[in-house]
């Protein structure tokens, strides 16, 4: 049974700092991986979305790499704003749906 | 281009009673999932439809929760009767084929008291 890990689970950093989000899995067996960002009260953005092939996806600011064998993704966030304040959630395939982490509450401070 | 939409965004009824969510995903998008979190858990799979198809209920908690999807186009999920522990947010999300990236709507807020 596939289960998803993130760590830590709540970040507060302050303004401009570089700063990398982890996400562990258990099942190397997947199709793709899906960065999202949750702001309060609000639906899911789709961040970046990594192939099982790819190593990494960029975006920005952002920067998504992929270990499968070892199970590991990390989110690197370059320069970290206010406006980077959310909920970041990282979630696994391997069919159709996707099975998610617990989050990592960031806020930026100015 | 409109993105996946929810109604209502936030419903609030007595335990026994029934709610519709409505989900209506991006158009020309084949593939439409339910997912709900509840209070301090992870997001988790409910269903998946292929058009009007169900490929995966694999999530459905029990046989209070209907979904459908007429036509290929838009979803419904039906709670009937509610329990206390139906409350939650219920994601939609939409997505081409092959496994593509899901695009999520804002979520409807369920509350049963």
């Known amino acids: 049974k596939q289960e998803v890990t993130q760590i830590p689970a709540a970040l507060s950093v302050p303004e401009g700092e570089n700063l990398v989000l982890n996400c562990s899995f258990t099942?190397?067996?997947?199709?793709?991986l899906q960065w999202f960002r949750q702001d309060p009260g609000k639906g899911l953005t789709s961040l970046l979305l990594?192939?099982?092939?790819?190593r990494e996806q960029t975006s920005g600011r952002l920067n998504a790499s992929l270990d499968k064998s070892s199970g590991r993704s990390t989110l690197y966030i370059a320069a970290s704003q206010p406006g980077d304040s959310a909920t970041y959630l990282c979630?696994?395939?391997?069919?159709?749906?996707?099975?998610f982490g617990s989050g990592t509450r960031l806020l930026v401070r100015p | 281009e409109a993105g996946v939409t929810q109604f209502p965004s936030h419903s609030v009824i007595e335990k026994g009673q029934t709610v519709t969510l409505r989900c209506d995903p991006i158009?020309?998008?084949?593939?439409l999932y339910w997912y709900r979190r509840v209070m301090g858990k992870e997001i988790k799979f409910l269903l998946h439809?292929?058009?009007?198809?169900?490929?995966?209920e694999s999530g459905m908690p029990n046989n209070r929760f209907l979904a459908e999807r007429t036509g290929g186009t838009y979803s419904t999920l039906k709670v009937q009767p509610a329990e206390l522990e139906d409350s939650g947010v219920y994601f939609c999300a939409s997505s081409q084929d092959p496994p593509h990236i899901q695009y999520f709507g804002a979520g409807t807020r369920l509350s049963v008291l």
């Open positions: 439809f292929v058009k009007e198809s169900k490929q995966d």
């Open positions: 158009s020309g998008h084949d593939n």
């Open positions: 099942d190397s067996a997947i199709y793709n």
């Open positions: 990594i192939q099982s092939s790819q």
């Open positions: 979630a696994v395939s391997s069919s159709y749906k996707l099975i």
